[in-house]
């Protein structure tokens, strides 16, 4: 994916740095978008007024549904007793409470009905949970007969079961009671209370075409949801109209929840081009396969339907691709991945389901239609609750995501193994968990990585990044934002990085997850008052969204430069007192000691070498007691002492320093270019036997050459031991970050060539 266009009026280089100015319409960082999310009030303020209680609103509807309903489910009749189904589709009676009941556990159900009223001949339809997920039209349409005939005759005072060999037994149903509607029933209900008031929060938080579609997907998940809570309770029949309402409403859901989909796809994270024409052919087909599917005109229509949902899952994800193209917003490519996971395990589960209705088992067809369905929609629930929670997810909600992904492959394995090799249950269930764990073991990291995981820094390298900035935001206040971006744009490889002149209150993740926004620290008192905030979009090159894990990471980056910068400046402090107090220490008792010497001196000669003594310690005095030093001001100095010292040896000095900038020595590399400097020109005093010194400094795009060359006798300086003078060279460079090195010149003498690449980086 990197080597996507990029969009129209992108900027060419979009990891570069830079103030926000006018951009153009289409530029990643639209400014409206920049002060919509800086000019935001505290999040609490979006849930006063009306939005608050509607919300309160929406949530006592939602509550007073529930119970309604499991009320409703609760007083509806049924008879105490539980059923199986054989190889040849008859329904067994497995167990009972009922005394009367009892003596005809394990026989086989022939029929059911009322006296004076023909029977209702039983089978396994009576128990099937979901016309929708029953392939033969014509078992369909038997399938919803069967089930209002049986909840008419659950209404009446007894019902007559007639069993195998003619024994007949009537029974009075009783309600189900609260108590006897199970424990998934309310595991179920609460998923979709839970799935309905995310829809209702997400809606009521941001209004927008986009969060009404996720609302509409929410909604109708959860209808689906209190579907299959109710089918789960089903001892023979769906209670009341529900028989009848279950296929049009599960049909319903499944293709608004499509075209809802789709409609997304193509307005976020960016409208592609024609969306409108999209969203309403997607909407436009799905109402027209429905009505023509509810409506029964529609053959083979259970295949239309699955086809649908696969083609519309496709179009989603290419939508997402051409999304990207556009505008490689993370989301995107997040989303494609799960659109590609769903569609998968939806084309797995169609072909257990029909696979397994080829076998024309009735067992078979009864579990596959039971279950897949069941982990399917508990599936699809548990995406759409994390979608608005992307990034702000913690560990706990990405493993649930990711093991509720593989409890729906590993359940669409097993009715896969039971429908098209006959397996037993034992051994399909083992064989799917073996090979669904294994695919959890060898994908999960790898997914994590993909979807919600970065690109890190090491640990060694961080720190020396953060004291590098210190450093050099010491040295440079105004710089602080462009240090900041440069160490951020490593760290998380964002498509774009801008300073903007407003300030951000906090480290804070914002637009979905797309966009990372801090204020930058005002680390010393040099720096500029204005607030500027550093706003980072689209990490890991487009790849992933940002996390509220980022957020933490930025916000403890930013809190360790700022204690770096303050240990650097209390250790500076420390250093220049100590200078100070070293220095007038040197400056009156040395010092004074010398011109004592000087006046008492008993020849010229000493005399003036005393003199010279004491124009030296004056000279390191005064660099120990200045903060820094002009490079302007020290080549001054050196060419001053050095050519006093050269003239006296009777040595021609030859001078020639350039450099781009006019920088500032530290009292560290001060120290040692002096040093440096003063001892090759004592070695070439004391052992060349030169006329001729040269002395050539050049500094540019902060890189020091410096080369000292004689045209003495001295020859293989490979050869040379190097005791404390050549050895305090080499250590001194080595501080300042360089190399050192002595070569033969021709005819005569010795080059000591001193290399510094990056001057600025050291102290």
Avoid at 10 to 39: C, F, K, V, W, Y
Avoid at 426 to 432: E, G, K
Avoid at 493 to 510: G, H, I, Q, Y
Avoid at 723 to 752: A, S, T, Y
């Amino acid at each position: 994916m990197d080597s996507s266009p990029r969009p129209h009026g992108a900027p060419a280089d979009t990891h570069s740095t830079r103030r926000r100015r006018n951009s153009s319409p289409d530029s990643l960082l639209d400014s409206r978008l920049i002060e919509q999310t800086l000019g935001r009030v505290e999040h609490l303020a979006r849930w006063m007024g009306w939005r608050l209680r509607l919300l309160v609103v929406a949530a006592l509807l939602g509550c007073l549904g529930v119970l309604l309903f499991s009320r409703w489910m609760a007083n509806t009749p049924e008879l105490a007793a539980e059923w199986r189904t054989n190889a040849v589709g008859q329904l067994i009676l497995a167990s009972t409470t009922d005394p009367a009941l009892r003596p005809h556990v394990g026989r086989v159900l022939v029929s059911l009905g009322r006296p004076g009223r023909p029977p209702l001949t039983a089978d396994s339809l009576a128990i099937a949970p979901s016309a929708r997920w029953i392939i033969d039209d014509i078992d369909r349409a038997r399938q919803q007969h069967v089930h209002g005939q049986i909840d008419i005759l659950l209404n009446q005072p007894s019902v007559r079961l007639t069993f195998a060999g003619g024994t007949v037994v009537d029974v009075e149903p009783h309600p189900r009671g609260l108590a006897s509607l199970g424990a998934l029933y309310w595991l179920l209900m609460a998923l979709a209370l839970v799935v309905y008031m995310v829809g209702m929060v997400v809606v009521l938080a941001s209004p927008s075409m986009r969060t009404l579609l996720y609302a509409a997907m929410c909604s109708s998940q959860a209808g689906n949801l209190v579907f299959i809570a109710a089918e789960s309770t089903i001892v023979l029949g769906l209670p009341g109209h529900l028989s009848q309402l279950e296929l049009p409403l599960r049909v319903a859901f499944d293709l608004v929840t499509c075209a809802a989909i789709v409609h997304a796809a193509a307005l976020h994270p960016r409208k592609v081009p024609g969306f409108r024409p999209i969203a309403v052919c997607a909407w436009a087909a799905m109402g027209l396969l429905g009505v023509a599917a509810i409506s029964g005109h529609l053959p083979e229509g259970w295949w239309w339907l699955q086809g649908a949902v696969a083609v519309m899952g496709i179009v989603t994800v290419a939508l997402l691709v051409w999304s990207y193209r556009l505008l490689r917003h993370p989301f995107a490519i997040v989303m494609r991945r799960f659109g590609l996971m769903a569609v998968s395990t939806w084309i797995l589960l169609t072909c257990a389901v029909a696979l397994a209705s080829a076998d024309r088992v009735p067992s078979v067809q009864l579990q596959v239609a039971e279950i897949g369905p069941v982990i399917w929609y508990v599936f699809l629930a548990s995406l759409l609750l994390l979608m608005p929670f992307l990034s702000k997810s913690q560990q706990v909600m990405r493993e649930f995501s990711l093991l509720a992904a593989i409890s729906t492959v590993a359940t669409s394995l097993d009715l896969l193994f039971v429908a098209v090799f006959s397996f037993g249950q034992f051994a399909s269930v083992t064989l799917a968990l073996f090979l669904s764990l294994g695919l959890y073991a060898g994908t999960r990291q790898w997914i994590l990585n993909r979807v919600l995981s970065r690109n890190m820094l090491t640990t060694e390298r961080m720190f020396e990044k953060l004291y590098r900035i210190a450093r050099e935001v010491e040295a440079h206040p105004d710089r602080t934002s462009t240090l900041l971006v440069q160490l951020l744009q490593e760290l998380f490889e964002p498509l774009e990085a801008v300073v903007v002149e407003k300030r951000s209150p906090t480290v804070r993740v914002v637009s979905d997850g797309s966009t990372l926004m801090l204020p930058v620290p005002a680390l010393t008192d040099k720096q500029a008052s204005a607030p500027t905030s550093i706003v980072l979009r689209f990490a890991n090159r487009g790849q992933r969204l940002f996390t509220s894990d980022d957020a933490r990471l930025t916000d403890r980056i930013v809190e360790q430069l700022c204690r770096a910068v303050a240990f650097d400046r209390a250790v500076e402090q420390g250093r220049s007192e100590e200078r100070l107090r070293i220095a007038q220490d040197l400056h009156d008792d040395i010092g004074a000691r010398l011109l004592t010497l000087m006046y008492k001196a008993q020849s010229p000669e000493m005399e003036d070498y005393v003199r010279h003594t004491l124009q030296d310690l004056k000279t390191l005095t005064r660099g120990l007691a200045a903060p820094n030093h002009p490079l302007s001001h020290a080549e001054g100095e050196w060419k001053a002492d050095l050519t006093q010292r050269l003239t006296a040896a009777q040595i021609q000095l030859g001078w020639n320093l350039t450099f781009d900038r006019d920088v500032s020595l530290t009292v560290v590399q001060w120290s040692g270019l002096t040093r440096v400097l003063r001892e090759l020109v004592s070695n070439a005093i004391a052992h060349a036997g030169a006329t001729v010194l040269d002395i050539e400094f050049h500094l540019a795009d902060d890189r020091l050459d410096l080369s000292v060359t004689d045209n003495g006798h001295g020859r293989n300086p490979r050869a040379w031991a190097h005791g404390l003078g050549l050895g305090g060279v080499r250590k001194r460079v080595k501080q300042l970050g360089g190399e050192v090195e002595w070569r033969e010149v021709m005819p005569r003498g010795i080059c000591c060539q001193v290399v510094i690449p990056r001057l600025s980086e050291r102290p």
